[in-house]
């Protein structure tokens, strides 16, 4: 499943017109890629953070109104940390047939033994894979 965000490309800006535009609604961004370069963006905030309650995952199609549309995957992103409010996102260019490494959520399923016990670690919550995008999209989403 593929998600939609309409996206803006952005000028660097300093800290105060930073946060003029998260005030804004708009969350600031980056998108970055093998062979291409760094684009600075900016998303809606809420559809971004509804999108991250539903679980965040599978390919991300940013809209651009001057050149089409950019398949990504979501990379990173920085919390305030005090208020826990979105600050910036990192995305990844996906190139249709080039090899690429990412990061994939792990999903457990059922009680763990570990639970009857008072202490309960999870050692791993991401899985790094190398592949191709058609092959994560068959595979893993």
């Known amino acids: 499943m593929t998600t939609r965000f309409q996206a803006e490309n952005r000028i660097p800006l300093n800290s105060s017109r930073l946060r003029d535009l998260r005030k804004s609604g708009r969350l600031p961004g980056v998108v970055f890629g093998r062979n291409t370069d760094n684009q ?4 809606p905030t809420i559809e971004f953070h509804k999108w ?13 109104e001057d050149k089409g549309a950019l398949t990504v995957l979501l990379e990173d992103l920085q ?8 600050l910036h996102v990192d995305f990844q260019q996906v190139q249709t047939n ?3 490494r990412t990061k994939i959520p792990v999903k457990f399923n ?23 995008r058609w092959n994560l999209e068959k ?3």
């Open 79 to 86: 919390r305030d940390p005090v208020t826990r409010d979105l």
């Open 52 to 64: 991250l309650k539903q679980g965040a995952s599978g390919f991300v199609e940013l809209q651009f």
């Open 40 to 43: 600075m963006i900016h998303i």
């Open 139 to 141: 595979r893993y989403m």
């Open 98 to 100: 080039e090899i690429m």
């Open 110 to 132: 059922g009680t763990p033994i570990g639970t009857k016990r008072p202490c309960r670690d999870t050692c791993q919550r991401r899985l790094n894979l190398t592949l191709v």
